[in-house]
């Protein structure tokens, strides 16, 4: 690991081969000039000379997107419309910083060029832009000079300060319902809900205490204070559960400081404890309120993708489905060792809890690559679901109510990462995979389409590179952001047949090759059985000479993971293997 102009070998690290006397002499004394020229390839020197790269573009509910444009002159905020084959600065960035540093007495003294909003909408035909920065939000009218005023927080702290992690005093996190007018939280244990326009607080439950609290996100290393709940689609019922960690021994930790040590401790369990954490599943009816409580055992605190209840620290609750109309509720529960699945589905109204159907795997069960691929489909009783069974990850579709396996949907080499949109009405899957394209690096993404009955698959993102997607909510379109290790992201927005409809923008990376830059080198080695491909990258020293010889530092993080490399597409930096390489090793 390079830190600094320290070179510091972490586990996991190999050296081989020798050097030859015609290259660098063994115990080359390295000087303070060799550092500096390695440390100028860390990602905090390399990635403010790349700029129009597009990351996290985000849609609107008017079917636009905007997105960040990182500049030589800074940031730029560009609003994309696909119907339209239009794309524009989103507002005026120097009307709206002098309006915001004006609106805060200049305690906000906003640079136009350098504006970072997480979330920005907009109203009154564009005239007006909100924008949200930490806990502070504000509606700002462009249309004369500029005016921002600041909207109501309710006295919300903002989302990254430090307060009780295990659900003290107050939670800072919110989840707002659907049509925006209440925010659910927690309090002592317990969850209200907050009336967004008049800010009267309502208590939903009353039996909420320490360590047996409602909608906690505590279990183990990740720990929030949001909320952890799923609203229905009429925003009058919440799916959320009591957390159970009474029984659960506790970790302890010691911070490392100049000053007092402060003991930190909170519930943990370990591999082998008989009481690990448990959640009692709750429906809650928001305007009664009233808690109707799952008729079935306490469940285990996992999800189908990983060992926490919210596998994102907060930001969501995967394998919770609501039905269009809010009479049930479809969830699936995963054993402690992730070997067995169920798939149930729950009255709202009585807590009755049936078994669709489930699945027990001998090794491992995981429902998709970093989200789950199942969904349930109501209005015509059926249940997509994800599954390996035939050494793949495939697609598949039974009858929710006899819990039947239709038909499988996907087939052949490769593996299903991530549903992204499911059109019913013309019975279509759209989703991303991996592995299908011969003569392509099997990690690559690409964007297909396919019909429930498993028939007319599409690959719509033909390029051969990795494909990083963004489907608008209604699948009318998506945001392709595709690239390679070698070469810079090209951004294109396409209609659901494939067909680009909008270029967006092209990476610019003149500034970085300037700087000495090179690409690391794709390579493809076999494995210890003499037959198995693997797929990875080179790091050489921009000074590489093929005459001489190299130490290899091989770089592996030995674990059950898919592997080291990390993304596919394009980076300036990949952690600090170009500069361990300039220090004089060749690193794969």
Request: aromatic fraction near 10%.
């Amino acid at each position: 690991m390079f830190v600094g102009k320290r070179l510091v070998v972490v586990a996991g690290v190999a050296l081989g081969c020798c050097f030859a006397a015609n290259g660098m002499a063994q115990g080359k004394q390295l000087t303070t000039e060799d550092y500096a020229r390695a440390e100028k390839f860390m990602a905090y020197n390399v990635n403010s000379l790349v700029y129009h790269g597009v990351a996290h573009p985000a849609w609107l509910e008017d079917g636009r997107f905007w997105y960040r444009d990182n500049g030589p002159d800074g940031l730029t905020y560009m609003l994309v419309d696909p119907a339209k084959g239009t794309k524009a600065p989103a507002f005026d960035q120097v009307k709206l910083a002098a309006a915001l540093t004006a609106a805060t007495n200049g305690s906000m003294k906003a640079d136009a060029h350098h504006l970072v909003f997480p979330e920005i909408s907009f109203a009154n035909g564009d005239r007006t832009v909100v924008v949200s920065s930490r806990s502070r939000k504000f509606n700002c009218d462009l249309s004369g000079k500029g005016v921002c005023t600041e909207v109501t927080s309710q006295n919300f702290p903002a989302a990254d300060e430090e307060e009780e992690p295990a659900g003290g005093r107050s939670h800072n996190g919110t989840d707002v319902s659907p049509d925006k007018k209440k925010a659910a939280f927690i309090r002592d244990w317990n969850l209200w809900v907050r009336d967004i326009a008049t800010g009267k607080e309502t208590q939903l439950t009353t039996d909420g205490v320490k360590d047996f609290g409602y909608a906690t996100d505590n279990a183990g290393w990740q720990m929030s204070n949001n909320p952890i709940l799923v609203w229905s689609p009429d925003s009058k019922k919440i799916a959320t559960f009591q957390q159970d960690q009474r029984k659960v021994g506790e970790m302890y930790l010691v911070p490392v400081t100049n000053g007092h040590p402060v003991l930190k401790a909170w519930k943990y369990p370990l591999v082998g404890d008989e009481n690990v954490t448990m959640i009692e599943r709750v429906i809650i009816d928001v305007d009664a309120p009233k808690v109707i409580r799952l008729k079935m055992p306490p469940d285990q605190h996992r999800s189908s993708l990983c060992d926490d209840i919210s596998c994102r620290g907060g930001s969501g609750w995967d394998d919770v489905q609501w039905s269009d109309d809010g009479t049930h509720l479809a969830f699936v529960s995963t054993s402690r060792d992730h070997k067995q699945e169920w798939m149930r589905i729950a009255d709202v109204a009585t807590g009755d809890v049936r078994d669709v159907m489930g699945e027990t795997t001998a090794k491992f069960y995981e429902s998709g690559n970093d989200k789950v691929n199942w969904k349930y489909l109501s209005k015509t009783n059926e249940l997509l679901w994800f599954s390996e069974r035939d050494n793949w990850g495939q697609m598949y579709l039974y009858d929710a109510t006899t819990g039947k396996l239709k038909n499988q949907i996907t087939h052949g080499d490769g593996n299903v990462t991530q549903v992204l949109h499911v059109d019913q009405n013309t019975r279509t899957i759209y989703f991303l995979a991996v592995g299908k394209e011969q003569g392509s690096d099997p990690y690559f993404s690409h964007y297909y389409s396919i019909h429930f009955d498993g028939k007319d698959m599409k690959l719509l993102t033909p390029e051969n590179a990795d494909h990083a997607i963004t489907s608008s909510p209604d699948g009318r379109y998506f945001i392709d952001v595709y690239s390679t290790v070698t070469q810079p992201q090209t951004t294109v927005v396409r209609d659901t047949n494939g067909k680009v409809v909008l270029d967006v923008a092209k990476q610019d990376i003149s500034k970085l090759l300037a700087a000495g830059w090179v690409p690391p080198v794709p390579i493809t080695v076999k494995a210890r059985d003499g037959k198995t491909d693997l797929y990875g990258f080179m790091f050489r020293p921009t000074n590489f000479d093929a005459s001489n010889k190299y130490p290899i530092v091989n770089n592996v993080y030995p674990g059950p993971q898919t592997g080291s490399c990390g993304g596919r597409g394009f980076a300036a930096a990949h952690r600090d293997m170009q500069s361990l390489a300039e220090l004089g090793f060749v690193v794969v």
